[in-house]
Structure formats: structure tokens, C-alpha cells
């Protein structure tokens, strides 16, 4: 059993303000995996003290963008050669399939390295040529570190969520205080492990497991700069309404519940086959599943069929069984969630295909869900509307293209979705007017270089890439007379 009896503030493994610590437990089986202590507000105090004395005293923002990168490289680097005990760390806290906490490793790197490259070519001082030629004026734009970054992360893919804001944060000159979420105690605090080999300064890195309290506390904190958060559209609300009251940067990766749309010429064997993974990756808890699947009404029918096979096929069991691709769900509250949606969806009226609200025999003593599919759902129901974070599936009939536009768009969220089309063009069209953040084409993954993030209620702000560097950053203009 592991156990973490200290807390990694500033740098340094540290006594914690409360002597409890939390047990971690498995999604699987409930056994307990380790313990962990878990930060409180004096801890949060602590960390943010030697956060701020490390900006305001410490040379971290005034190191030079190629020292920052060299460090970041060497997190990259210890990573790398930690992925398979980090996938399953990650396993066993969140019940995600082994398969997949390990295939996303590489995932991991291919993030790094847009960032890394962003750095390498980021204007961090450009000299502007005046728009007046006999202008006698000159104007110097910097990029600057905007201060202390309180990054704020979920449990479901904490490494992503974790390295997504620290690498940028860090290669700005940033410093950062990392919340994680009680669950990933295992898998964060071996983060915090590998940051204390970097050769980071003191004070510019602390990862504290906490409770939502906590969160806000430090979301709170007056020498908080900027808070970097991805979670939930309701916390989201929460905390860009705290930072707008205080006047701080924030950006923020909420939720989704993005449309997959299968236009009449698709493939469908293609479709089956990419929505594995775009819909039901990590056991349907993931922001960017592409949940609605909306099909043509002239083959809607057989959609359904494909999907159901589809969804009965998936083996449902222990996240290290290499047969697994339906894992648990993370918490009992989260299991019970699920299961409550399904039996809205059928309370509303639509037709359960598959599955249903009960746990696949054998594993009642996890938090499991049996893959579930709806079919003649209309685009209202709350099964349709509501984000539902496990492996459930919504199939929605349109008429035409606009019709399949309009249903797409009918949602509060905007962070992701799909085009399905054996003409590029046409998906292209149809992938132009989904108001949402990334759209991808015939199952392309989301790529690192580009800006990731959400249109409406699933956020402000982006990551990835130049676009995401430059969130960590504040613009200065220096006039200078020549």
C-alpha cells in the first residue's frame, strides 16, 4: 500500500497542517490503495506564500525562456521513462482500462512537445515598426509572466489535465500551485516526485491534493494571480463569477456533450468504429465524448443497429484486464449518477436499445455501469442536454443538413464534436457551422498544436500550443523614442 504522510509545497516534501489522511480506494473492488494526506486552508496559505515570494524575489521569471524550456524538457523527460508505472497509478485510482491510461502516454509527450516548440519560436520580445514612418517613436511588446497560477484539475485524466497547465505556466516564468482532486492522490503526488528532480527554484511548484472547500479557498487567495481550471460547467460559474469579483486571469475547460453527425454518405462501419473511441473513451468519462449521435432519418434504423451491436460488444470488467474496455466508474456518487440518467431517459420516453440501470453481474461490488444506448431521443430530453460522464449514448434522427446543424448547436455546451462524411467537403461544410470549439472529421484526433477549448457554457480561453502558452502570459508595450 502507498502512502503519502507529507505534502509537496514549494518544492519540498512537508509536514501537512492536519494529521488525517485519506484513504484511496478502488473503483473496482473498493479494497484501499494507499493514503494520503490532503491539504487544508493553512497548507493552501503556505503554498501560495512561497508561490508569491518565488515570483516576486525568486529568478524563475526572469530565467531565461531557453533555461525554462531545458527544465521543462527534463520533466518531459522523466515521464517518459515513468509511463507505464504512472498509467497504472492512474488505473487503479480512476478505473480507467489499463489499455487506455497506457496509450495515452505517448498523447502525453506529443502535448509536451507543441508546448515545448510553442517556446522555442513565441515572440517574448518583438520590436513593433510604427505605422508612421516619421514616427520618432518605437513600440516594444513583452510577454510576461502574469504572477501565481492556481491550477485546478479533475480526476479523470489528471496527468493531461496536470501537464496541460503546468508546462505552459512553468515555461512562462509563471509559479504554480496545483489542486488536484483526492481521488488521483497516488498518481499526483508521484507528479510531485518527478518535479522535485527538475531543478525547479524553491516556492514554484507545489501540488496539493484537497476537497472542493479547499479549491476555493485557493481560488480565493488574494495572491492568486491567475486560475487555471478544467471540471465541471457548474464549478466553472463558480469560479470565473470569484475571479470576476476579484479581477483575476482565469480560463477555463468545462464540460461537453458534443453531437457526432453521420451524414447520409458515410461509411458507417468507419463510424461504429471511430465512436469507440470518440464516444466511449474512458469509460464515457471524458469531456469531449461525443455522446448525441445524430442520424439521417433514411438510415437511421440501422445506425441504431450498428451502435448496439457496438455498445454489447464492449467487455465490461478490472481496469487491468487486458479485455476491458469498459472500466468502472471513478466513485459511488458518480456510478449512482449515471444510473439515475439512464432511468431518466427512459422516464422521458426514449427507448432503451441496451443496457439499462443495473451493474453487469458479477461486479456489484465496484462502481460499474452497463454501456447503455437510447434511441428515438429528442434533442430536449435531459439525456440529450445534460452532460452525463459515463458510457451512455444518445441517437437523434434529423432531416437534412440544416436540420442536423440546428440539432447540433441546440445545446449549451460547445466543446467538441464530430462530421462523418465520405466527402471531405461536405464534412467540412457541416464541420464549419457547429458552433464548438474542435470539431474532428471522420474520427482525426484532437491535435496538440492547435488551440483546444470551449464556445459557450464549455469554457473561456484555450489551451495547447502558441494559443495556450500565451494565456500564461501578460502583454507590456515599452514605448521608446529613438
Given amino acids: 500500500m502507498i502512502t503519502y504522510d507529507q505534502l509537496f509545497i514549494g518544492g519540498e516534501w512537508t509536514t501537512p497542517s492536519s494529521d488525517q489522511q485519506l484513504d484511496i480506494v478502488s473503483p473496482h473492488d473498493q479494497s484501499v490503495l494507499g493514503r494520503a494526506a ?16 518565488a515570483f516576486d524575489e525568486g529568478p524563475w521569471p526572469e530565467t531565461p525562456p531557453a533555461e525554462r524550456i531545458a527544465v521543462v524538457r527534463r520533466l518531459v523527460e522523466l515521464r517518459e521513462q515513468h509511463a507505464d508505472e504512472i498509467a497504472a497509478l492512474i488505473s487503479s485510482e480512476n478505473g480507467s482500462a489499463l489499455w487506455f491510461t497506457k496509450a495515452g502516454q505517448p498523447g502525453l509527450g506529443r502535448q509536451a512537445a507543441a508546448y515545448l516548440k510553442a517556446a522555442e519560436e513565441f515572440g517574448w520580445e518583438q ?24 491550477a485546478v484539475i479533475p480526476w479523470n485524466s489528471p496527468f493531461s489535465a496536470a501537464l496541460a497547465k503546468i508546462i505552459p505556466a512553468l515555461l512562462a516564468g509563471n509559479t504554480v500551485v ?22 525547479l527554484p524553491e516556492g514554484v511548484i507545489s501540488v496539493l491534493p484537497a476537497d472542493r472547500e479547499t479549491s476555493e479557498y485557493l481560488v480565493r487567495h488574494a495572491d492568486v494571480d491567475k486560475v487555471a481550471f478544467t471540471g ?11 475571479a470576476g469579483e476579484q ?17 447520409p454518405d458515410a461509411d458507417l462501419a468507419a463510424v461504429v468504429a471511430g465512436l469507440k473511441f470518440g464516444s466511449l473513451l474512458n469509460n464515457g468519462e471524458s469531456c469531449i465524448a461525443q455522446t448525441r449521435i445524430l442520424a ?9 443497429r450498428a451502435l448496439a451491436d457496438l455498445v454489447e460488444s464492449l467487455p465490461v470488467g478490472a481496469p487491468d484486464d487486458d479485455k476491458t474496455f469498459i472500466g468502472p466508474m471513478v466513485r459511488r456518487d458518480q456510478q449512482q449518477r449515471v444510473l439515475d440518467y439512464i432511468r431518466t431517459g427512459i422516464e422521458e420516453g426514449a427507448r432503451l436499445v441496451t443496457g439499462g440501470p443495473h451493474v453487469p453481474a458479477g461486479l456489484e461490488n465496484g ?7 437510447f434511441a428515438d431521443v429528442d434533442n430536449s430530453m435531459r439525456i440529450a442536454q445534460e452532460e452525463i460522464f459515463g458510457p451512455v449514448l444518445v441517437v437523434i434522427a434529423y432531416e437534412d443538413e440544416d436540420d442536423a446543424v440546428r440539432i447540433a448547436n441546440d445545446s449549451e455546451f460547445g466543446l467538441s464534436g464530430g462530421v462523418w ?62
Fill in 127 to 150: 520590436t513593433l515598426e510604427p505605422s508612421d514612418p516619421a514616427s520618432p517613436f518605437r513600440s516594444v511588446v513583452r510577454r510576461e509572466a502574469i504572477g501565481v497560477v492556481a
Fill in 247 to 263: 479581477l483575476k486571469r482565469v480560463s477555463l475547460e468545462l464540460g461537453g456533450k458534443s453531437a457526432a453527425v453521420v451524414l
Fill in 296 to 304: 439521417p432519418r433514411s438510415r437511421y434504423e440501422e445506425v441504431v
Fill in 367 to 373: 462502481f460499474y455501469v452497463t454501456p447503455t444506448l
Fill in 232 to 242: 465541471s460547467t457548474r464549478a466553472g460559474r463558480r469560479i470565473a463569477s470569484i
Fill in 38 to 53: 490532503q491539504a487544508m486552508p493553512a497548507d493552501v496559505d503556505r503554498a501560495v506564500a512561497a508561490a508569491r515570494k
Fill in 421 to 482: 462524411s465520405a466527402d471531405e467537403d461536405r464534412a467540412m461544410a457541416v464541420a464549419r457551422r457547429i458552433r464548438s470549439g474542435t470539431v474532428t472529421v471522420n474520427g482525426a484526433p484532437i491535435g496538440f498544436d492547435g488551440p483546444f477549448g470551449g464556445f459557450k457554457a464549455s469554457g473561456l480561453g484555450r489551451e495547447y500550443g502558441a494559443v495556450g502558452l500565451g494565456t500564461y502570459t501578460e502583454y507590456k508595450t515599452v514605448t521608446v523614442k529613438a
Fill in 178 to 199: 496545483l489542486k488536484v482532486s483526492p481521488e488521483n492522490s497516488l498518481s499526483m503526488n508521484f507528479l510531485a516526485r518527478l518535479l522535485e528532480k527538475t531543478g
